[in-house]
């Protein structure tokens, strides 16, 4: 069983920042691809970010390019999204989530992750 858990949500301004954690507990993190998804209300869960179990291999949606960086500590089995520039279409509860394989690349697809955190609400005001 993986667990993951969430923290860094929150209210911040139009224009503002915040940090988004997510650690697992297990030792296989280091194995599987990560991903960051965000589900507003009335709205179906979308891709974010992920990070691939090389650091140096992301992908973001459209919508988080040049705003929010992706990256991941081994060490410490977290994985973190700073999102910079935040606007209020932002405002969803962000999730994490584990690749359901031992993949080198990144998915985009919820379908492609397996384990879920409980997720954390970003509110972003104008």
């Known amino acids: 069983q993986v667990q993951l858990v969430e923290s860094g949500g929150g209210l911040v301004q139009a224009g503002g920042s915040l940090r988004l954690s997510c650690t697992a507990a297990g030792r296989t993190f280091t194995s599987y691809s990560m991903g960051w998804f965000r589900q507003a209300l009335g709205k179906e869960r979308e891709f974010v970010a992920g990070?691939?179990?090389?650091?140096?291999?992301?992908s973001y949606a459209d919508s988080a390019k040049g705003r929010f960086t992706i990256s991941r500590d081994n060490a410490k089995n977290t994985v973190y999204l700073q999102m910079n520039s935040l606007k209020p279409e932002d405002t969803a509860v962000y999730y994490c989530?584990?690749?359901?394989?031992?993949?080198?690349?990144?998915?985009?697809?919820?379908?492609?992750?397996?384990?879920w955190g409980q997720g954390t609400q970003v509110t972003v005001s104008s």
């Open positions: 989530a584990r690749s359901k394989g031992q993949w080198i690349g990144v998915r985009t697809s919820r379908y492609e992750y397996d384990y």
């Open positions: 990070i691939g179990r090389s650091v140096s291999l992301t």
